[in-house]
């Protein structure tokens, strides 16, 4: 004596910090692969810690090392993925505090003080962790279309029709990030190029006044305000 024991005695779901269930956190592992993650789910974890000693004074002395951090719940922060670089902060809050005294034969005798600690830690149970490539490239098609066109028409890739033969794709974007290699955590801008589909050999380009549309089979330069 003294001695100190702690045991895990239930654990429950905590619907006050519940986060929508369908966001995700990010994390770059690597200039390959990025792991994603779904929100973990909340739980509360109840904790018992017993302190066992022969003297009144040998139990005060160690509760005074404890006590004094719980007003009533103690902060820590931990990492708890580390794959995933979240860090979150995790309250243990004391519940109660209780003595109970046993005694071997009469009052006289040999007797055992126990200090009796109810702890609960706001914690989290986590899902899987995924990993998927990074996304370098943005392709969007723009389209002229007639009013004879309704939502639920379906386009057809090959063609770039929609519908009726008066819609096509007249022109396709791609936005690239400049350097193509950057990481999350860099500088980096971005290229973008469009390309009119109506001449092939056509080319916008982006100038610092906007985008200058140039065609070798034209005589003419088209000018987009950015």
């Known amino acids: 004596m003294p001695r100190i024991s702690f045991e895990m005695t239930g654990l429950s779901y905590d619907s006050s910090r519940k986060q929508i269930s369908f966001t995700r956190n990010f994390?770059?592992?690597?200039?390959?692969?990025?792991?994603?993650?779904?929100?973990?789910?909340?739980?509360?974890?109840?904790f018992s810690l017993s302190i066992y000693t022969r003297n009144t004074e040998d139990g005060t002395q160690i509760l005074e090392q404890i006590l004094p951090f719980f007003t009533p719940d103690?902060?820590?922060?931990?990492n708890f993925i580390p794959t995933m670089s979240?860090?979150?902060?995790?309250?243990?809050?004391?519940?109660?505090?209780?003595?109970?005294?046993?005694?071997?034969?009469?009052?006289?005798?040999?007797?055992?003080i126990t200090w009796d600690l109810e702890?609960?830690?706001?914690?989290?149970?986590?899902?899987?962790v995924e990993s998927s490539s990074y996304i370098r490239q943005s392709n969007t098609n723009l389209y002229i279309t007639d009013n004879t066109v309704t939502p639920n028409d379906v386009a057809n890739i090959d063609t770039g029709y929609i519908g009726t033969a008066n819609t096509q794709i007249v022109t396709e974007s791609k936005i690239t990030p400049n350097p193509i290699d950057a990481l999350?955590?860099?500088?980096?801008?971005?290229?973008?190029?469009?390309?009119?589909?109506?001449?092939?050999?056509?080319?916008?380009?982006?100038?610092?006044?906007?985008?200058?549309?140039?065609?070798?089979?034209?005589?003419?330069?088209?000018?987009?305000?950015?």
């Open 119 to 128: 702890f609960t830690a706001k914690g989290y149970i986590w899902p899987l």
């Open 27 to 46: 994390s770059a592992n690597n200039s390959i692969k990025l792991n994603s993650q779904f929100v973990p789910i909340p739980y509360n974890f109840d």
């Open 86 to 112: 979240q860090k979150y902060d995790l309250p243990i809050i004391l519940n109660s505090v209780n003595t109970t005294t046993d005694y071997e034969g009469d009052m006289m005798s040999t007797r055992l």
């Open 184 to 226: 999350p955590d860099d500088e980096f801008g971005f290229s973008e190029e469009f390309i009119n589909q109506n001449e092939p050999e056509a080319i916008i380009m982006l100038t610092e006044d906007g985008y200058e549309l140039l065609t070798e089979d034209s005589n003419y330069t088209l000018t987009l305000e950015s």
């Open 74 to 78: 103690f902060n820590v922060t931990v």
